[in-house]
C-alpha cells in the first residue's frame, strides 16, 4: 500500500493493487490508516521504549495504558494476573491503580526475573500489592502458584504479555482463562506483531504467528469467551478503533 498525504488539498491517495481511491485528509478512515503507518514507524523506532511508570520502564503505548485503566477501573478486579514482568512497569502501574480504588493486588510472572529488576521493584512503595512468581507461565508448578495466589478472587483480569508466538499465548490462555471471572478478559497483547512483519526489525513470519491469531483460534474453540474492545467510557469524536499495539486481545468472558 502507498499513502500520499496532499495537504494542500486535504486529501489522502490511498494506492494498492493497482487501483487508487482518495480519502478526505481530515476523515475518520484517513485517520485509521494514517495511524497504522504511525504505529508501523513508531514500533520500528522503539517509540514504546520511551516511557516509564514512577520510575520503572514500561514499554507500553501510551493509548493501551489509558484503556486498560478505564477497565480496571470500571471492573475493581480483586487479582490482576500478568504474566511477562521485564523491568515492572506494568505491575508497577496495575498496583497503582489498585492502591488508588482502594481495592485489588498484582500476581506477576516471568521465566527469568533479572536480580536488579527483582530488586527494583521489591524496593518500590507500591510492593506490597505484588506478588512475583519466577518460572514458565504455561507450566503446571506455575499456573497452580498463580491458583493458589488467586484463591476465591471475585473478580480477576488476566493479561498475557510474556512471549508473543502463538503456540505460547494459546497455551497460556489455556492455562489460565480458568481464572477469568464472567464480564472480565483475558487479554492476549502484542498483536502489533502480524501489523509489523515486514518493517526492518521485524519478522516475515509474525504475519500469522502473532497473539491475535492465538486469541481467534482461542474463542472459537471457546464460545464462553468473545472478542470484544472494550468501549470507551467518554467519546466525542466520530473516532471508532484504538490506536493500538494490542489488536483483537481483549476476550470477554461472557458466560461462566
Known amino acids: 500500500m502507498k499513502l500520499t498525504i496532499d495537504n494542500d488539498n486535504a486529501i489522502l491517495l490511498v494506492e494498492e493493487g493497482g487501483s487508487r481511491s482518495t480519502l478526505d485528509l481530515y476523515s475518520p478512515e484517513a485517520l485509521e490508516l494514517v495511524s497504522l ?27 493501551d495504558m489509558v484503556r486498560t485503566q478505564e477497565v480496571i477501573y470500571r471492573l475493581e478486579p480483586d487479582v490482576i494476573v500478568e504474566t511477562g514482568i521485564a523491568h515492572g512497569g506494568s505491575l508497577i502501574f496495575n498496583a497503582g491503580l ?31 500489592l505484588i506478588s512475583m512468581i519466577e518460572g514458565n ?37 489455556e492455562a489460565y482463562h480458568h481464572l477469568v471471572t464472567p464480564g472480565s478478559y483475558i487479554v492476549a497483547t502484542d498483536g502489533v506483531m502480524q501489523w509489523v512483519h515486514d518493517v526492518p526489525r521485524g519478522d516475515p513470519a509474525w504475519k500469522e504467528d502473532n497473539p491475535s491469531e492465538a486469541a481467534h483460534e482461542f474463542v472459537r474453540a471457546h464460545p464462553e469467551f468473545e472478542v470484544e474492545q472494550p468501549p470507551w467510557p467518554f467519546n466525542e469524536s466520530p473516532l471508532e478503533k484504538n490506536v493500538t499495539h494490542w489488536p483483537d486481545a481483549w476476550l470477554k468472558r461472557t458466560k461462566a
Open 37 to 63: 503507518q504511525w504505529v508501523r514507524l513508531g514500533w520500528q523506532m522503539k517509540y514504546p521504549y520511551t516511557f516509564s511508570w514512577l520510575g520503572r520502564p514500561i514499554i507500553q503505548l501510551p493509548e
Open 98 to 128: 489498585c492502591r488508588l480504588m482502594g481495592k485489588g493486588r498484582v500476581v506477576g510472572i516471568d521465566i527469568e526475573i533479572r536480580p536488579h529488576n527483582r530488586q527494583a521493584i521489591e524496593a518500590h512503595p507500591l510492593f506490597d
Open 137 to 173: 507461565s504455561v507450566s503446571p508448578e506455575v499456573v497452580g502458584k498463580v491458583d493458589d495466589l488467586v484463591g476465591d478472587a471475585q473478580t480477576v483480569l488476566v493479561i498475557l504479555d510474556s512471549n508473543h508466538t502463538k503456540e505460547h499465548v494459546l497455551a497460556e490462555l
